[in-house]
């Protein structure tokens, strides 16, 4: 088995399998409106819900992009749902655009209005989190050096849900076909859905 300390990082291969190993990932497809009226949407693959009560979810921004400028200036962002019908839109969403030029325009993408938050959804995203920034900072690391890494932590105030992917009351997966960050330059489609039920006897024998 392949071993090496990430102090070093010497694993001898072609590309750092850090990514890879930690997947799939949900992508946070986030947009956001700048104080100044400037929209921005990009795909964040270090992205996740990290609490239900309050609902809040998490994205991480290398560096401080126009996502997390916009989010934490306006204090509000959008976490559209990605899926593999909308994953051209996507990539392309993830273009270097300089700030003031929304990747809305050349994704070919259509904005629509929230209800609570100012930064627009995208309308053809089955479902949508307008969120309201509750903190932002840098993490660090063991030795307390400061991450590039900004992360933004938003309580989710809204929801939408288009219809077309619910089945008998509950979001059907198959039909929303979400769209999750693998490594390298690699994605997966959650389209292939089973269920198990958690245990309840500590020796998890009702399983």
């Given at each position: 088995m392949?071993?090496?300390t990430t102090d070093s990082n010497d694993h001898g291969l072609p590309h750092d399998p850090f990514k890879a190993i930690v997947s799939p990932r949900p992508i946070g497809w986030i947009?956001?409106?700048?104080?100044?009226g400037a929209v921005n949407l990009a795909p964040y693959s270090f992205f996740n819900a990290i609490s239900d009560r309050p609902?809040?979810?998490m994205f991480s921004s290398a560096g401080m992009?126009?996502?997390a400028a916009f989010a934490i200036e306006s204090g509000e962002f959008v976490a559209n749902l990605a899926t593999r019908e909308?994953?051209?839109q996507l990539n392309k969403s993830s273009a270097p655009a300089p700030r003031g030029v929304s990747e809305f325009g050349f994704?070919?993408?259509t904005e629509a209005p929230c209800r609570i938050v100012s930064a627009p959804r995208v309308a053809e995203s089955p479902a949508a989190l307008e969120c309201k920034v509750t903190q932002s900072f840098s993490p660090k690391g063991l030795d307390g050096t400061i991450s590039e890494n900004t992360v933004v932590i938003g309580e989710v105030v809204a929801i939408h849900i288009d219809e077309k992917i619910l089945k008998d009351g509950m979001i059907d997966m198959a039909l929303a076909a979400p769209l999750a960050r693998l490594?390298?330059?690699d994605y997966a489609v959650a389209d292939q859905v089973f269920?198990?039920?958690?245990p309840r006897m500590p020796d998890a024998s009702d399983v």
């Open positions: 392949l071993f090496y947009s956001t409106r700048s104080k100044d609902k809040l979810v992009k126009d996502s909308l994953a051209e994704s070919g993408l490594g390298y330059l269920q198990m039920r958690r």
